[in-house]
């Protein structure tokens, strides 16, 4: 409060601490506090809660036709740089590849740190995805740079129907003890709102957030 010096001040929360009440017991089976049930459909509880987040999502069958969706992204976006992580895990990476080549993009070097800045669209893949908020979860390490989704303007996140977790209590569950760099949930494209609660889109990160769901 105004006058109150940083002794009185911390004598008072003090005070305030001793009157916090008993302490609450955690449930013991964390079922009861799940929103989404595991034996619901998460792909398609994820499908919905993306588009609701302004995400726009596509489900594929497979691998061939992921790649060939991405190409249509690329081309519909009329990029002339993309970036794709040089990780084993990503799925039909040669493939993609050698049809973004074709296309006559360039592919950044994902070692130049300049490189998200420049580039037109971060391709990704992800550890996981969560069905109760729609979001990717996108890791750091090795070949994959957390800019590859943060700071271009345009992201396509590639996502395997097996990835998808019911809901963030399954997404802590997973981490483990050996945690990543960092690790980024994204749950929309970039936005704000001013005083006046006028939505921009794009102002952090991202304008458009594309999800490619295989199987």
């Known amino acids: 409060m105004l006058g109150e010096t940083r002794g009185q001040f911390l004598t008072r929360v003090r005070k305030a601490l001793t009157h916090r009440g008993k302490p609450v017991d955690l449930p013991a089976d964390v079922e009861i506090a799940r929103v989404i049930r595991s034996d619901e459909d998460l792909a398609q509880v994820f499908m919905t809660r993306a ?15 992921m790649v060939d969706k991405v190409i249509e992204l690329l081309v519909a976006t009329r990029a002339t740089s993309t970036m794709v992580p040089v990780v084993e895990t990503f799925p039909a990476r ?37 069905a109760e908020t729609g979001s ?7 070949g994959r740079r957390r800019l590859a989704s ?6 396509i996140a590639i996502v395997r129907a097996e990835q998808i977790v019911p809901d963030l209590i399954d997404w802590t569950s997973s981490l483990g003890n050996d945690l990543a760099a960092s690790e980024v ?31």
Do not use: N, W
Request: proline share 4%; with cysteine; hydrophobic share 45%.
């Open 185 to 215: 949930l994204v749950s929309g494209p970039s936005k704000t709102a001013d005083i006046e609660l006028l939505l921009v889109m794009g102002v952090h990160g991202p304008k458009v957030e594309h999800v490619i769901l295989i199987g």
């Open 51 to 65: 588009e609701e987040a302004k995400i726009h999502v596509y489900r594929v069958a497979d691998e061939d036709a």
């Open 150 to 155: 943060l700071a271009v303007p345009c992201h």
């Open 136 to 142: 990717m979860c996108i890791a750091s390490g090795g």
């Open 94 to 130: 040669d493939r993609l590849v050698t049809r973004i080549q074709e296309q006559g993009i360039v592919l950044c070097d994902t070692d130049d740190p300049e490189a998200s800045f420049s580039a037109d669209v971060g391709i990704t893949d992800v550890r996981a995805a969560i």
